[in-house]
């Protein structure tokens, strides 16, 4: 199998047929900023479940807030939330998160580090922690965060004081642009300690070292005893990259940067043309033959839109693991 670990480089693993997993993020790439799953792409997902294919969503969220998406899509599998930080099983009961199958937080040390730098350089951190979303007491935007996540926030007074034992996360706000910005330099920084990775055009996201999106995956495909060569991913945001660049099938949204849209091997059509479904519909529900066909249109089409991307707008790829 085509598990063990070695570096993420981009399209390396060579795609095979049938799909047998598929791995999912939410924001950007199944839902927009309402939150709401489009009745094609509920379907489709619905139908690759009960072909027995496995599906899983493996996003930046707390797993709690992923859950409620995974209900709607008649979920079954394990949730992967916080870039792959934590991972549950599905609930039986939906008043409850799912027992805990694995986790890695962040040192203390380190979130405090990553807290402090964060602030000093206009971001505005938080903590998550397993299902708790800590912020500073006066952060003005204590509802906004809430309804994203669909959880309500612990307010302490000074979040570095709060900081004694591991945290799953820091999650650093600020303006769109500003967290793309400081990605390289809190890389360099932070070397060895954390993670640092953009899930959002607003947020800079600290975890703990060898965790990632496409670990995630690969643990998936472990439990599941199947090839990374039959698994299709679809991500759209930088915290998506080691995903995609891992399995046969990557997947870019198209509004994603540049050097995510090079790690995929195709290019779905936009959000709002509901392109995730159309690529699962194409690639893991088609006959083989229509599938295979489909999968070189599409690996073309990407290509050619790769040779008009411009480069350098993130570290290279030594520096995603």
Do not use: C
Request: proline share 7%.
């Amino acid at each position: 199998m085509t598990t063990t670990s070695r570096p993420f480089i981009p399209r390396s693993v060579v795609p095979s047929f049938p799909i047998r997993m598929i791995a999912l993020d939410i924001d950007g790439t199944l839902v927009d900023e309402d939150l709401i799953l489009p009745d094609r792409t509920v379907a489709a997902i619905r139908r690759a479940t009960r072909r027995g294919i496995h599906v899983s969503l493996v996003t930046g969220r707390m797993t709690s807030s992923a859950i409620r998406f995974a209900e709607t899509l008649g979920l079954s599998t394990p949730v992967v939330g916080y870039q792959g930080a934590l991972i549950r099983e599905m609930p039986g009961d939906p008043h409850r998160v799912g027992r805990m199958l694995r986790h890695r937080p962040l040192a203390p040390g380190v979130a405090r580090s990553a807290e402090a730098w964060s602030r000093e350089r206009g971001l505005d951190p938080h903590v998550n922690h397993l299902e708790r979303l800590v912020i500073r007491g006066d952060d003005p935007r204590v509802d906004d965060y809430s309804a994203f996540l669909g959880t309500r926030a612990t307010r302490v007074r000074d979040l570095g004081e709060w900081i004694t034992r591991p945290v799953t996360k820091i999650v650093a706000v600020g303006p769109p642009g500003l967290p793309m910005g400081l990605l390289t330099d809190a890389r360099r920084v932070f070397a060895g300690r954390a993670e640092v990775t953009v899930a959002h055009p607003r947020f800079l996201e600290f975890v703990a070292p060898r965790v990632s999106k496409g670990e995630a995956v690969r643990w998936l495909a472990r439990r599941h005893g199947l090839d990374l060569s039959n698994a299709l991913a679809i991500g759209d945001q930088v915290n998506d990259l080691e995903m995609l660049a891992a399995v046969g099938h990557g997947t870019s949204m198209p509004s994603a940067p540049p050097a995510v849209i090079s790690a995929a091997r195709y290019v779905a059509s936009s959000l709002s043309d509901e392109g995730a479904a159309e690529i699962i519909e194409r690639l893991a529900l088609a006959g083989s033959r229509e599938a295979a066909g489909a999968s070189v249109e599409l690996a073309g089409q990407a290509t050619k839109l790769r040779a008009t991307l411009p480069t350098g707008e993130l570290p290279s790829w030594s520096a995603a693991r």
